[in-house]
């Protein structure tokens, strides 16, 4: 009897070591199957979506895996029921690591797929289905990789948007403004006027007829006369219709002036202004921080007044013309200025707004209705103000001591916002008044004017309201 209980034991002991083996190998295969068995595949995203296919369509596709190399974007199109394209890329990352556990950095492969007709030459109007895969480098998928998939239904479009112009003529100061009324094609997304570098958007006469368009365009002040203005018109599949109409462009002379700068003059205004904006570095001299405030944060604050456009009410926020600050003209718009120190030019920049000054102190008030879409502050012009009207027309009030509004409040025309002072880049107690449109500075003369308001906006506008 005790010889047969320490065999027992014998056979106990080898089947313990034997028995958690056989268990972690189960575990370890459990989890191998598991991992395997997994599709978690990158992340598909598209940064600007197309909302159909045209005569040629860039199809930007990007991939990121936050924990796998991303190795290949495939891209299908179908209709029908029929293949019309197949292709892909893939990426230099290597064989699958099926023994790596550890997870990296984010992976990103970005493609651009031309879908063009000339590719396609099957592809016909009506719509067409794209289908985009992605894969990593993953246990996924049996060692395959984790894959994901983006499904998109589009309209596909091969003629270009129709543009009838409606109002007949036009004529335009440098530096001013005029309106042009047009008719598009359904499916248009986006139209405007188009001259040299600048394009001025278009939006609805009225919102039950979403065709019809109004769009308020400038020749800005540095541009030739000569420069070509045309109405485009981009559909929803990436077709581009482009249509010339009447036009008259008058060139105009604007004035110069000399800034004689001084140690004093810099001293006051430009620290309160670095202070105020931490971005700005010091140059480590007097002069060099007030060319830096003269020149690159000039640009930056012209850079923010068309940001700050793109905030604007779809329809007319006024109905009458916009007033102006009784005051004494200190500065036209478009002056070109030459800045002196000791006895060196030093800088030369354009002055694109009026300088209005009165009593020290006067009451800053609102030219027209709208809404308040900025209010602080601003860089050059210091404390101050901008004020949305609709239609992309804003008004911007600088240099104040303090203001009265804040971004989101409606202002009435002739409402108080604020009160005059030399804030920012400013030689002495005034408001500096600017008019832009789609963040263009434009001549506020044009705007003060009840004249030119009713014959360039009011009558044109008459026949379609």
Known sequence: MPKESHISNDHAGIARPVFFFVAILAVIILLVGWKAAQNQGPSLAIPNRPQGLGQSTQLGIQARDARHNVTRINIEVFQGGR?????????????IHWWKFWSHGVSTLEWTAPLSRKLMPSLAQG???????????????????????LTLNLPVRFTAPQIEVLTSQHYINQGGC?????????GTIESGVQVGKYFFVSFAVKPSEPDTRLAIFAYPWDLDPSTPAQIVARDDAGNQAVSSFNYRVFPKKF???????????????????????????????????????NGH?????????????????????????????????????ADYRTYIYNGQVVDHQTHLGFDLAGLEHMPVRAANDGVVVMAEYFGIYGNAAVIDHGCGLQTLYGHMASLRVKPGDAVKRDQQIG??????????????????VDGIPVNPTEWWDPHWIHDRIEAKLAAYK
Do not use: C
């Open 297 to 333: 944060l000039r640009q930056v604050d012209a850079d923010r007044l068309v940001d700050l456009s793109k905030h604007t009410s779809p329809t007319f926020l006024w109905s009458q013309p916009f007033i102006r600050l009784p005051s004494k003209t200190e500065a036209y718009f």
């Open 419 to 436: 009160i005059s002072d030399s804030t920012g880049l400013a030689g002495g107690d005034h408001l500096h008044f600017t008019v832009l």
């Open 178 to 186: 005029d309106l042009v009324v047009f008719h598009v094609s359904p």
């Open 255 to 293: 004035h110069t002036d000399t800034i004689n700068l001084d140690d004093a003059y810099i001293q006051r205004v430009v620290p309160p202004i670095m202070s105020q904006t931490p971005d700005l570095e010091d140059e480590g001299s007097p002069i060099k921080n007030f060319l830096e405030v």
């Open 83 to 95: 293949q019309l394209y197949g292709a892909g890329i893939r990426t230099n990352a290597g064989p």
């Open 127 to 149: 719509t067409a289905t794209i289908e985009i895969t992605a894969a990593n480098d993953s246990w996924g998928r049996f060692f395959r990789g984790g894959q994901s998939r």
